[in-house]
Structures are given as structure tokens and as C-alpha cells.
């Protein structure tokens, strides 16, 4: 995991721990994450990178898992998504921590009160297929998103922790 650490303000700065990497993947029900994970994938990607391969076109749920550590203490801490697909539910250490149907557009969560600093945490992540979406979803008809590329799900973008004491 790699940390960045920038502040316009050098007496508050942020620390952010990029989580892209080798993370592990299982389809799954929507309820219920998967009891073991024998396939990992690089995030961030598509479902079809996965290995060893398992047939994503009927599973309707996708859960990803990885673990990361985070030392010192911080005011304020978010997991940040640049973007998934489709519709995303969260949990941190057995916690839910947040939910987004938005597809093509950043999400963060408050982990505060499920992280464990200075010790492993385990970060969960269930993603869709496009047809688990509610009515209500922007994804819409987009006629670049109905092309095959875009019918996959995944963790598309980076995921990150931001902490910072202000």
C-alpha cells in the first residue's frame, strides 16, 4: 500500500493510502459474502481479469476483499471510490460503513468508527451486475455504456483512505 502525504496546510496534512493492488474476488449472493476467496484481481479492473476466471455473466453480485493497515491517529478518516460498477455496498471489519447505486461518479464513506488503527482491517466490497439496479439508477441508456465494456462490473477506479486531523 503505498501513502501520500500532502497538505496546502503544512500544520494539517493528509495522509492518503492508495488500496489498488491484488485484491481477492468471489461471486455471491447479495445478502451473504462469500466464506472463502480463491480467485484474486487487480483493482482497479473488470470482473473478467479475475484468476482463476469464473463465470461473471451469472452472477449477480461480486464481493471483493483486501486488507490494509493504517498507523498514527487522525481526526477524520474516508475510504474514497473513484468509481464502480454497478451500485456498490461497503463494509469494514464486519461493519457496513455505506452504500452508493451511482456508477460513474466518486463515493466516500466515514470509517472512523470501524477503523482499527495501528492493526489489520479488513475491507469488504459488493458490486452488481448492471441488471441489480434500482429504476432510480442514472445509468440510463448511454449508448457508449451498452457496448460489451461497459456491461462488465468492477471496481473501475482507485480506492483510497484519506486521513487527515482537521
Avoid at 479492473?45 to 476483499?65: F, G, I, K, M
Avoid at 461493519?95 to 470501524?114: K, L, N, P, Q, W
Avoid at 451486475?129 to 451498452?146: H, I, M, N, Y
Wanted: proline residues 5%.
Amino acid at each position: 500500500m503505498s501513502c501520500l502525504i500532502f497538505s496546502l496546510d503544512k500544520s494539517h496534512p493528509r495522509l492518503v493510502f492508495l488500496l489498488n493492488g491484488t485484491w481477492s474476488i468471489e461471486p455471491g449472493s447479495r445478502d451473504v459474502p462469500p466464506t472463502e476467496f480463491k480467485r484474486t484481481i487487480p483493482v482497479p479492473s473488470l470482473v473478467d481479469c479475475a484468476d482463476p476466471q469464473y463465470d461473471w455473466h451469472s452472477a449477480e453480485y461480486h464481493w471483493y476483499r483486501t486488507s490494509f493497515r493504517v498507523e498514527g491517529k487522525k481526526k477524520h478518516t474516508f475510504l474514497k471510490f473513484d468509481q464502480s460498477q454497478y451500485g456498490t455496498e461497503v463494509w469494514l471489519n464486519g461493519r457496513r460503513v455505506g452504500g452508493s447505486i451511482s456508477c460513474y461518479t466518486s463515493h466516500e464513506y466515514r470509517i472512523e468508527d470501524a477503523l482499527r488503527e495501528n492493526e489489520e482491517n479488513v475491507l469488504l466490497v459488493r458490486v452488481g451486475a448492471k441488471s441489480t439496479l434500482p429504476p432510480e439508477s442514472a445509468v440510463g441508456k448511454d449508448q457508449e455504456k451498452l457496448t460489451s465494456l461497459w456491461c462488465h462490473s468492477g471496481c473501475v477506479s482507485s480506492r483510497f483512505v484519506e486521513r487527515t486531523s482537521s
